[in-house]
């Protein structure tokens, strides 16, 4: 299966945004550094931060998982960074070359735990 892991990046208030874009940079950083240290499991970087309007962003990770146990890594990752940069995730799958999510985590949706958002997967 095929997942995703995206910093949410819409529906966010002003201040929220601007701290987004703040920490832009950093935040593309450690995701890069997540894909290439994991380039042997087909980790594949998100980066669509072009546009003005955050909102617009698409800004994580996809990855072929599967067993439960290959969600720890991301999520771990994605729960730091939220916690670090205030800022919340969404995980899902892609099939056919849409996402779909299925869990909301991080600074206002609490931690993500890797077992549950397996089960959300069917995993």
């Given at each position: ?24 940079p950093e935040l593309q950083v450690a995701l890069q550094a997540y894909v290439e240290s ?86």
């Amino acid at each position: 299966m095929l997942i995703y892991l995206l910093i949410a990046c819409d529906r966010l208030e002003d201040k929220q945004e601007k701290k987004l874009r703040q920490n832009l940079p950093e935040l593309q950083v450690a995701l890069q550094a997540y894909v290439e240290s994991n380039a042997a499991h087909d980790v594949t970087l998100i980066n669509e931060c072009e546009s003005d309007d955050c909102e617009d962003w698409q800004l994580g990770i996809s990855q072929p998982v599967s067993k439960k146990i290959h969600l720890n890594p991301p999520v771990d990752l994605f729960n730091r960074l939220a916690e670090q940069h205030g800022i919340d995730c969404e995980v899902g799958y892609i099939e056919d070359g849409v996402r779909e999510p299925v869990s909301y985590f991080g600074k206002y949706e609490g931690k993500g735990e890797a077992f549950l958002i397996a089960e959300y997967l069917a995993l």
